[in-house]
């Protein structure tokens, strides 16, 4: 188990799940002993003022190593990559930033003998000749994205700095992540965030996506579940590292836009399949995350419904609608 106290960095701590991800470690360990990080600093108010933030290119290893010595570090969350949709518009950087920019946490962790490492995947690690329904944990990896590949490449690497160097990395395959607190960052399952603003801004949504495109989904408030449990678990009850399926429901887009109807009745729905869809078409229709319920207790807390709900609710609020 790790130190009652840590010292943690959060590398992309301004994206999606990083900016969360960081308020809720803040909370938990106090806002003294996280620290943000982002290759940008024109991040948001609520990084910079609730606690330290450093300015990081996770592809200038000095620097990694010397924000590590500087704020005494012991605990890394890598969440700095580039996502499906954008990785494909620039598959040279993504291959950088998420492969060599692993690669180089993973170096700093084993040169600084930190306690633990949290490098995230992604359910784009399936491809086509991966079984759609019920995906297992354990399955062939064939993804047609750089972005899989990058995430394939990555829990390799993380599979390896444990049995190689004794580094203790852990990462989950995330499915779409939904969240009312960011805007969408370029990722194919992003339609999931995008359709509820629109439901309540103006009433209607274009989807990328075709209507009966299902895929595995899960609220922001499990996604920090699942990851923080996960790097609590004792390492002696892991078989699984850096590569734990992790779930909470699965949908359609007609189900979700069908779901936000019994709240805001008028809403409308177009459907204009993009290069996404490809995208979409190679990926799992619905998980098995048996081996995170078994090696350390995963159970999410939202169902479509309730998410549902809980997101109009909270962008009212925000909103003022």
């Not at 005494?72 to 969440?79: L, P, V």
């Not at 995430?151 to 049995?163: T, W």
């Not at 009966?212 to 390492?235: I, Q, S």
């Amino acid at each position: 188990m790790p130190k009652e106290t840590q010292r943690i960095l959060v590398t992309g701590a301004a994206g999606q799940i990083g900016s969360e991800l960081t308020l809720a470690l803040r909370k938990k360990h106090g806002p003294e002993n996280v620290v943000a990080s982002d290759i940008r600093a024109d991040v948001g108010a609520g990084l910079k003022d609730s606690g330290p933030f450093e300015v990081l290119d996770v592809l200038d290893a000095p620097a990694i190593a010397g924000v590590i010595k500087k704020q005494a570090i012991d605990t890394i969350y890598h969440m700095a990559a580039l996502l499906s949709a954008v990785g494909e518009t620039k598959p040279q950087l993504a291959w950088d930033v998420n492969l060599n920019g692993t690669f180089r946490i993973l170096e700093a962790a084993r040169q600084n003998s930190l306690v633990r490492v949290f490098c995230p995947s992604s359910i784009a690690v399936f491809g086509p000749e991966t079984p759609r329904q019920n995906t297992p944990n354990d399955t062939i990896l064939k993804p047609k994205t750089i972005y899989g590949l990058t995430k394939v490449a990555g829990e390799l690497l993380g599979e390896y700095y444990v049995r190689r160097f004794g580094v203790d990395v852990r990462g989950c395959r995330y499915p779409g992540i939904i969240s009312y607190e960011t805007l969408p960052g370029g990722g194919t399952t992003d339609y999931a965030v995008a359709i509820f603003f629109e439901a309540l801004q103006k009433g209607r949504y274009a989807c990328f996506l075709r209507e009966e495109t299902r895929l595995p989904m899960m609220y922001m408030p499990d996604c920090l579940k699942a990851t923080m449990d996960l790097m609590e678990a004792d390492f002696a009850s892991l078989k699984h590292h850096a590569d734990f399926n992790v779930t909470a429901m699965s949908f359609s887009a007609g189900e979700l836009a069908a779901e936000i109807r019994k709240h805001i009745p008028d809403f409308k729905v177009t459907y204009a399949p993009d290069f996404r869809q490809a995208i979409a078409d190679s990926w799992p229709e619905s998980v098995d995350d048996s081996a995170a319920r078994e090696e350390w207790g995963w159970r999410p807390d939202y169902d479509l419904a309730r998410m549902t709900a809980d997101m109009i609710a909270s962008l009212r609020r925000r909103f003022t609608i």
